[in-house]
């Protein structure tokens, strides 16, 4: 296995630890027994071992008693060989490792080992008194230096006197091995470390019973439900197999998705009743829109055709006037040659009044009938030169200075000829509104898939209360005799058709600015051709 399966299937662990409650608490319980169970193992071992060794230094404190007393009655009569044996003798004992006299002076009178004996180790060499542990080859030896005194019946002998005011005449050592204590210590661990490790692992596995029978199993349930519920699953029940806090919890889940149900079906009947309402209103409202819009198109045709009367009342009413004079001035049988002047001012004014009924039932019906379109790409800076071309007369006449400001454009998609009686239509718009002089601008400009043209002059301008009604039929600020008020509707006809959109700007006496924006491109869409409601003959 290489280094990085190893650290993915340590991670993997970890996350499943982590997503777990009952893995956590697993963990977190053996964590908490290992560490109290091994804490509890060493100061036990440690108590053990003073213990042990508390009472192997009392043993040497009682063996070096013995020897001291057993010793003194050759000391007093200063028999060296049998001290001598005796110090062997009591060293034969298996745990006596070793066993030394020193002399005042600090030379190895008498020693377990022959080899020892009259080695001068001086005054600092002397054992210090009390109890030591020192390692001597793999185990410990305890040492007990027990000072030989000088007693009264030493100090007054006959045979090798020694002065009262000498306190120390040597220190008897005793070295006993600690390797038995050592050794029940060793197996003391073992065996508490086996019972531990018993203890541990039934208790582990008891709690690993409790933790997947009353722990990750509720939880288990409970977070797979939760995901039902998120996933739209209601009414989703738990089994219950508790009666403690997860098993309320459970309860709780359990009546929780079942009021989540029930207001569910409560929501999906009421919205579906909603629906069939807000239907039935629709049908209503569209009955109503109808209805409505049948209404406002017979005021508009009323409208409509009230203006149209209105239009072509006044010349029909001067046709019928000079109809009449001429009919009865044959009737009454005038001089006609002696009025053939009159008669043919009269027939001029017929001939014009009746051109002006034909204009205005014209444009009504360019207005009313949609011409079919000849849809192609084309340049509108073309189509704007040609239509100054057309009108450079009558700006040499009216004394009118034209500005063209044309950037380099895209070509866009539609009718061009309905495009160049859209801005013939405006610049003569503006040409009109600048009787005496002026300056006539017009510009075009690219913005991100349109086309922006722009016609601008510096005439009379639109006063602001015909600004919402200009691009309606029949509305219009010149006299009565110049115009029929149909070709800025007629322009915004043709803009709508080409799925633009068409702007007006106008203050009185400063001028008026038409701002057209055309899409590009592939962009540009062709409205599809309307359907006339009706044919006129």
């Known amino acids: 296995m290489t280094a990085a399966e190893r650290n993915s299937r340590w991670a993997a662990v970890v996350r499943r630890i982590s997503g777990s409650v009952g893995a956590k608490l697993y963990t977190l319980l053996f964590s908490v027994l290992l560490l109290s169970l091994g804490l509890l193992g060493y100061m036990n071992v440690r108590l053990h071992r003073s213990h042990l060794e508390s009472a192997r230094l009392v043993d040497a404190q009682r063996m070096a008693e013995v020897i001291r007393r057993s010793t003194s009655y050759y000391m007093l009569r200063n028999d060296r060989p049998a001290l001598q044996h005796i110090v062997e003798t009591v060293g034969n004992q298996e745990d006596l490792v070793a066993l030394r006299v020193y002399n005042a002076n600090g030379a190895i009178a008498f020693s377990t080992d022959r080899s020892e004996l009259n080695r001068n180790m001086g005054r600092r060499g002397l054992p210090t008194s009390g109890a030591r542990i020192y390692l001597r080859g793999p185990d410990r030896v305890i040492g007990v230096a027990t000072p030989i005194l000088n007693s009264p019946s030493c100090s007054s002998a006959a045979c090798h006197a020694h002065p009262a005011s000498q306190m120390v005449l040597g220190v008897l050592d005793t070295n006993v091995s600690l390797a038995a204590a050592d050794a029940d210590v060793g197996t003391t661990t073992r065996q508490f470390f ?77 919205t579906r009743t909603l629906e069939r309402r807000v239907e039935m209103k629709t049908a209503e409202l569209r009955s109503a829109q109808e209805a409505m819009i049948q209404a406002e198109k017979l005021t508009s045709l009323g409208k409509l055709a009230a203006v149209v009367a209105h239009e072509i009342n006044n010349p029909l009413s001067g046709i019928l006037t000079y109809a009449k004079l001429l009919r009865k001035w044959i009737d009454r049988g005038d001089d006609l040659e002696s009025r053939s002047r009159e008669m043919r001012d009269a027939l001029v ?8 009924c034909g204009d205005i039932v014209r444009s009504l019906l360019t207005f009313a009938r949609v011409a079919p379109m000849n849809v192609v790409d084309f340049d509108v800076n073309t189509v704007i030169c040609q239509c100054m071309k057309l009108v450079e007369h009558k700006l040499e006449v009216g ?50 898939g349109s086309v922006v043209i722009t016609v601008e002059d510096n005439g009379m301008g639109i006063p602001p209360e015909v600004l919402p009604r200009l691009f309606e039929p029949f509305v219009t600020t010149k006299e009565d005799s110049k115009g029929t008020g ?30 057209i924006t055309l899409p590009s491109g592939e962009r540009m869409t062709v409205a599809a051709e309307p359907k006339p409601a009706a044919t006129v003959a």
């Open 194 to 270: 086996w019972y531990s490790a018993a203890g541990v692992f039934v208790t582990l596995l008891s709690t690993a019973v409790f933790v997947w029978n009353f722990v990750h199993k509720p939880v288990r349930a409970l977070r797979i439900g939760t995901e039902q519920i998120a996933a739209g699953e209601l009414g989703v029940h738990i089994n219950v197999l508790s009666h403690d806090e997860l098993g309320g919890l459970a309860r709780s889940f359990n009546d929780m998705s079942s009021r989540l149900k029930e207001d569910q079906d409560e929501i999906t009947a009421f």
């Open 349 to 356: 004014l017929i001939e014009s009044e009746s051109r002006r």
């Open 399 to 448: 004394n009118i200075v034209a500005q063209l400001e044309l950037e380099d454009l895209p070509l866009i998609r539609g009718d061009s000829a309905h495009i160049e009686q859209l801005i013939l239509a405006l610049v003569m718009n503006a040409i009109e509104a600048m009787p005496h002089e002026g300056n006539l601008r017009v510009a075009t400009r690219k913005e991100e």
């Open 486 to 515: 149909l070709g800025l509707a007629i322009s915004r006809s043709i803009v709508d058709r080409h799925n633009g959109r068409i702007a007006v700007e106008s203050e009185v006496g400063r001028g008026t600015t038409f701002t």
